[in-house]
């Protein structure tokens, strides 16, 4: 089990690589180089690979093996950043954002290829609980090592230095793949599991409105569709725009790629790997009915933080604590959320319930994508003052569509069918 919890999480780290430069590193160069919040959200398109990963997901399920996937994708994320290394991103500003594209497309197909491993990999509830901590915590510490750690050292070591560094990272990884015993068996396996799909689904892939049809009738999709959609809104804007608004009045880029990189996004870590723990003991409803409400708490203190415009070492404080805090609940609901995801899969045919987590997890990115490339726009259109209460109002409504949910609503089956023992 080790072997297999060590080879997912090196994957997932790698997979997260891409989101920390984008999500932590990006905005702070790009805003310390004098560029409007409004295109630094825009940059959220190069995210876009992420929502058509549910279109090409059968391609990768169909057609080679898993190891040849993965071993693909990473040691083509290694040539890019190879290639970028050689760009200045102050001249080549669309070089670097070609390069995030890559990346990101790379790494989108990487991760239908290490799901399908997990899949096949992870036996039992044991196993599948540790793979999943194996999974949010290797692509945190990831985002954490490329957003935080790169950002802290970038203006000593230079943007040709990082990205060498990260080429010798994905290098490393897929001679580690190639080599790696546990896909030993997957070749036979995949050849097995490709001609009952061939014979099982072909009715269906000519007619894919079929499927469409049968992921919307599983029971509670609706609902799920609607959370997976607007359960990040605010808080996707308080997390994206808070940063950029220190970084304007009180911390410099060292600063936050410290604080907000590293410290909160380890506060992240800590909730994604409780929400796993609380779930043993805990039904779902009521948990994610809590958890929700002080998310709401915590905005309406961070937004309180914004009338506070002198810098003063109080106000660093807070504002880390703040932060910490966001992250925090931000990993601890992230982690519910996608056992609310896997709990609608399951009352799915099985025949279709890849294509219905897929669609679902799709829907998750695409929510987060469209508001975090919208939210530089507001700030800069209205203020950050007025921004922040319009974030407030969002995670707001949230928390009173899951409040009714778990009374009267999908979250309510859940409630009922997961008693403490």
Not at 303 to 323: C, D, F, H, I, N
């Amino acid at each position: 089990m080790n072997d297999k919890l060590v080879f997912l999480g090196l994957l997932y780290f790698v997979q997260g690589i891409p989101y920390g430069l984008q999500s932590s590193l990006l905005p702070v160069y790009l805003r310390g180089a004098g560029h409007s919040l409004t295109r630094i959200g825009f940059t959220k398109i190069l995210y876009f690979p992420w929502v058509l990963k549910v279109l090409w997901a059968p391609l990768v399920d169909r057609i080679g093996t898993k190891r040849r996937w993965l071993v693909g994708t990473v040691s083509g994320l290694a040539l890019t950043c190879l290639s970028s290394a050689a760009l200045a991103p102050e001249a080549h500003i669309w070089g670097v954002a070609g390069t995030l594209l890559a990346m990101n497309s790379l790494a989108s197909v990487q991760d239908i290829a290490v799901d399908g491993a997990a899949v096949g990999l992870l036996k039992g509830r044991g196993e599948l609980g540790l793979g999943n901590t194996a999974q949010v915590v290797g692509y945190k510490a990831g985002s954490v090592f490329a957003g935080g750690g790169l950002l802290a050292v970038i203006d000593v070591a230079g943007w040709s230095w990082m990205f060498m560094l990260l080429t010798f990272v994905y290098a490393g990884v897929a001679l580690f793949v190639w080599g790696a015993p546990v896909l030993d068996d997957e070749t036979m396996k995949g050849q097995q599991a490709d001609g009952t799909r061939k014979g099982g689904q072909g009715a269906d892939a000519v007619r894919p409105w079929r499927v469409w049809r049968k992921l919307l009738a599983v029971p509670g999709t609706p609902w799920t569709v609607l959370y997976v959609l607007t359960y990040k809104l605010g808080e996707q804007g308080a997390v994206t725009m808070f940063p950029l608004f220190l970084l304007d009045h009180h911390m410099t880029a060292r600063e936050l790629g410290f604080w907000n990189g590293v410290i909160a996004m380890g506060f992240s870590i800590c909730g994604s790997s409780l929400g796993g723990l609380l779930l043993a003991q805990f039904s779902i409803g009521a948990l994610m009915r809590r958890v929700f409400v002080l998310r709401t708490i915590s905005m309406v203190f961070q937004s309180s933080l914004l009338t506070v415009l002198e810098p003063s070492p109080l106000m660093k404080g807070m504002a880390v604590l703040s932060m910490s805090v966001q992250h925090f609940l931000g990993g601890l609901i992230t982690t519910l959320t996608f056992t609310t995801m896997m709990h609608c899969t399951q009352r799915a045919e099985e025949s279709i319930q890849a294509t219905h987590y897929s669609f679902l997890a799709t829907l998750e990115v695409l929510g987060k994508l469209t508001f975090s490339a919208l939210a530089g726009g507001v700030v800069d259109w209205f203020g950050f003052q007025v921004a922040f209460l319009f974030f407030l109002t969002l995670s707001a409504g949230t928390a009173l569509h899951v409040w009714t949910a778990t009374f009267t609503g999908a979250l309510r089956e859940h409630q009922l069918k997961e008693q403490p023992k």
